[in-house]
């Protein structure tokens, strides 16, 4: 029931079946031929019915626009077991502004809207005999989005098929037929028409059935009444797909006298796959058309739409493969398809020169192999300290345990103790200490002799951290994508530290064509990295391994900015309904993964290298630099030492000098 407008009248009608008489009529008059308009009408809502069990469970709307074929259709209608109700709309436009007619209708096609939304189903029946009346209900349709495909519409009316042609948008595109009252003096016939999907607007609907009194309601076709005409296409339209240049993706213009302007888009890549595959399952051809700017598409400040979702959205394409990663606001311009593909944004950057670590000689042993063995000459000097006052006079002692310590030191660097070792218990420890010390220099040398024919591959930039803490870093975005989209409307958290460092001229943006001229100018010298999706850099690196042999890059780690991703068509359009099993038979299965991920020539040829490479060639001293820093640190210590003797020993022999010591 529709309540608050004073031109709205709802009607419950019971479920009370009625027998419709058909007898011969020798002339017909415009009443009678209304009410036969009407009972046809009734009896294609009851074959309907009757067909298709959804149906029975539909409510029944009917809009018109007062004249007298509204009232004459309502009649019979009510013979309608419709245990949903039957609703009626009447806008009159008799002696009425054009404009307040607009207005009701825009009211009453928003009030059928809401009915429709809380119903399971609805069957909506419009009747009007008024050119202009049918051409407004179609655009409010569209602007309102009052039919969906399970909503099916059936337009009643007098008019003659050519005079119909503003409604072949929405009797196309939409669950949608057309009745059409031919009567003359001796007759009334009523043919049932169904506009095919992508169909030319100057092109013959088809015929499904015709209905006159004596007959009652015939098929003519092999179509049923609301065709599920988006299954598979019955006549092989061309549809237009957007497409945009990728790294694993190549567009040609070819020469082709049967295209509109004698050219042709030609389009290569393992998208071509899913394209291939629904042509032939839903029985279309298609042409490839690419957006001026080269982009997936986002929503510029003053609402206009770019790239491939600003082409689906003005209908300039009907589809995009792409696919396209599933937001909010795109879904607010376009419908998505069951996801296809998920993925998530990381780092791309250049792997640099084979460097050979300064600091090798301190990697055969781990950190705590070293304090380990500090710890140890530390604890054999205490314990001698502690063991020689027992023995000797304490000067004696002070420096016996010098002696020792020194000892332990020299046999620890490899060096020649020519003194001999006095008492067991200090050979014991000396003999220990030697076994200990022979195990660690041999495992040390073996280990650096391995490290030091070894090149590492610096790869610094594993999170968007590591990059914002690098100030000569420039990052490269792609350019209205989705990540840009997050750029502009992130307030906090890490994406929105790296759009702050766009004033500082640390985020550019480019489009996926101009990705490989980057690499090979900007990010193979390390001044810039690539923050995209990672089946794009993956792509990117294996098409540059295909042109030059090498492996030049790495990608990051970690992963971030999560995506979904799909097909996409206009909104409400039947389309993606048809495309909805399809894609989930390519996803679930993992055709689509393997065509994405094999049908690129060196595809996984650079995932995963190795940071370090073992090569031989002489070592420079770029490469051993660390260990002079050691040797010059030790002789500046020991001048050090020496000084502080002098100093010492000067001090000691002014002070016996002072004291009469001689």
Known sequence: MVAGLRSVVTVLVPAVSLSVARLPLPYYTES?????????????????????????????????????????????????????????FKVSADGQDANVTLTQLSQMVGEARRLRVVSRCMMMVVVSDDRSFLSSFAELSFQLRLLVWSTRLLVATHLPLQELQHLHKVLASRNAMLLVTDS???????????????????????????????????????????????????????????????????????????????????????????????????????????????????????????????????????????????????????????????????????????????????????????????????????????????????????????????????????????????????????????????VLTRSYSGNLMSLLAVRFSPQPYQTLRHLINDPSIVMIWQSNSINAEYLRNMKSGIIHEVADLEPKGRVTYMTPMEYMVALDALVKPGTHVLVDVGSTLRHLM???????????????????????????????????????????????????????????????????????FTVRSSLSLTNLWGMYVVLGSGVAVSLLVFWLEVVSVGVLQLGEHRLGVY
């Open 184 to 438: 003359s003096s001796v007759s009334v016939r009523c043919s049932v028409y169904v506009r095919l999907p992508y169909s030319a607007p100057g092109a013959s609907p088809l015929q499904v059935a015709s209905w006159t009194p004596r007959r009652g309601l015939v098929h003519s076709s092999s179509f049923t009444l609301f065709p599920d005409k988006y299954f598979r296409f019955a006549s092989a339209p061309e549809l237009t797909i957007a497409v945009i240049i990728m790294a694993h993706h190549d567009a040609v213009v070819i020469d082709d006298p049967s295209s509109p302007g004698g050219k042709r888009l030609t389009y290569s890549g393992p998208i071509t796959n899913v394209i291939r595959y629904l042509a032939k399952s839903l029985n279309f051809t298609y042409r490839y058309v690419m957006p001026p700017d080269g982009s997936y598409g986002t929503k510029t400040k003053d609402g206009f739409w770019t790239g491939m979702v600003g082409l689906v959205k003005r209908q300039e394409a009907d589809l995009a493969i792409g696919p396209l990663s599933i937001t909010l606001t795109r879904t607010e311009a376009v419908d998505f398809t069951w996801p296809i593909w998920y993925d998530s944004s990381k780092i791309l950057a250049g792997r640099g020169r084979l460097e050979v670590d300064p600091w090798s000689f301190l990697f055969p042993l781990e950190p705590l192999v070293w304090a380990a063995t500090l710890g140890t000459l530390l604890v054999l000097s205490a314990v001698t300290l502690l063991e020689y006052p027992y023995l000797y006079h304490r000067r004696a002692s002070f420096f016996l345990w010098l002696d020792d310590t020194y000892k332990f030191l020299r046999i620890f660097l490899q060096q020649i103790v020519s003194a001999g070792v006095k008492g067991w218990w200090r050979r014991l420890m000396f003999g220990a200490w030697l076994w200990a010390t022979l």
């Open 542 to 612: 294996a098409q540059h391994f295909t042109l030059t042999g090498q492996c030049d890059f790495y990608t990051s780690r970690e992963g971030f900015l999560s995506y979904i991703s799909g097909v996409i068509s206009q909104r409400d359009n039947p389309i993606v309904a048809a495309m909805r099993n399809r894609i989930i038979a390519l996803a679930e299965s993992g055709t689509f993964v393997r065509w994405f991920m094999t049908n690129i020539p060196n595809a996984t040829r650079c995932l995963n290298l190795p940071k370090k």
């Open 32 to 88: 009678n031929t209304m009410t036969l308009a009407g009972e046809a009408v009734a009896d294609i809502i009851r074959s309907t019915i009757h067909t298709d069990g959804t149906a029975s469970m539909c409510s029944v709307s009917l809009l018109s626009d007062g004249g007298s074929p509204a009232s004459s259709v309502f009649t019979a209608m009510k013979g309608l077991e419709t245990p949903w109700g039957v609703s009626v």
